[in-house]
């Protein structure tokens, strides 16, 4: 059952992500763009390529380099055996900032690293761009709060996707889809300036044709819909190449194997952080295969 506390842990963590993301890439798009144009698309990709990196892989690669190799501690995971009553301020603040930082830096990075290629190569208004992200975000969020053991309102989602569980998966998703609504909401109420309209090339064949006389089916026919189908196609891709990420990331449900060999390779990582990004890595190039697939379809303008 979700409590108040829970929910307010999963709506800080997803505030505080959604802050982080959106700073975070409009600062280093401006950076790429004042490289030169050359630049944009080759960041763009390699922001893409990140972003398309099973989180629950990135997140195991990072407990496990921090905590195994160098030995550093992390507060929801590795709580520290001192009297409250005798820590001083800065203590307090220490740990209350360890408790925060890594879940939030590593939910924000694959949503920072799309929003990044997406401001760079899309088209799309950016506060739709941001919206666009709730579902990732609630779903990396529900992966944070399980690899950090934190008690927000989405710790129950990944058990309740393994075999023999007991909660439903629909009474465990309400919170997610409340989550994103949240996200969502939020991402089109952002205060924005007043974005300037660029007709399309299918709004200037529409409007020639209506000149010429020509009747909406018959523009439909001789010259819109092979590019709605390509718009389609294009659609297909994208979400198969999220699906497929987010599918890993959430433990692979109905494939057994297949998550019983991520588990292991999640708890080798205290002595290989290596071992979860080489079992991904062949899933994240699929899913950067689909994307770029989709791009090819219907090339976005340059």
Do not use: K
Request: hydrophobic share 60%; charged share 10%.
């Amino acid at each position: 059952m979700m409590s108040f506390v829970s929910l307010l842990v999963s709506l800080g963590l997803l505030f505080g992500a959604l802050l982080l993301v959106v700073t975070t890439a409009q600062a280093l798009a401006a950076v790429a763009r004042g490289l030169g144009t050359w630049a944009r698309w080759p960041v763009a990709l390699l922001a893409q390529a990140v972003a398309l990196f099973p989180l629950s892989a990135l997140v195991w690669a990072a407990v496990g380099q921090w905590v195994g190799q160098w030995g550093l501690p992390i507060s929801s995971l590795m709580p520290a055996a001192v009297d409250p009553a005798q820590e001083d301020t800065v203590s307090r603040l220490a740990t209350s900032v360890w408790w925060w930082a890594p879940p939030l830096f590593l939910l924000a990075l694959p949503l920072t690293a799309h929003l990044l290629a997406a401001c760079l190569v899309g088209r799309r208004p950016f506060h739709h761009q941001v919206a666009m992200l709730g579902l990732p975000a609630v779903l990396g969020l529900a992966v944070v709060e399980d690899a950090f053991h934190l008690p927000g309102a989405l710790a129950g989602l990944l058990p309740a996707f393994q075999p023999g569980a007991t909660m439903s998966v629909l009474g465990a998703l309400l919170p997610a889809i409340f989550l994103a609504g949240f996200w969502g909401c939020v991402a089109l109420a952002w205060p924005r300036h007043q974005e300037m309209h660029h007709p399309t090339a299918e709004d200037r064949i529409r409007d020639g044709a209506l000149a010429i006389g020509l009747s909406p089916e018959e523009i439909w026919r001789r010259h819109l819909w092979r590019n709605q189908a390509r718009r389609a196609v294009s659609m297909v891709c994208s979400v198969a190449a999220w699906g497929l990420v987010l599918w890993v990331a959430l433990g692979c449900p109905g494939e057994e194997i297949l998550g019983v060999r991520f588990q292991a390779a999640y708890q080798a990582a205290l002595q290989t952080p290596q071992a979860p990004l080489l079992l991904a890595w062949p899933y994240a190039l699929w899913a950067l295969s689909l994307c770029l697939l989709g791009r090819i379809i219907l090339p976005r303008p340059r």
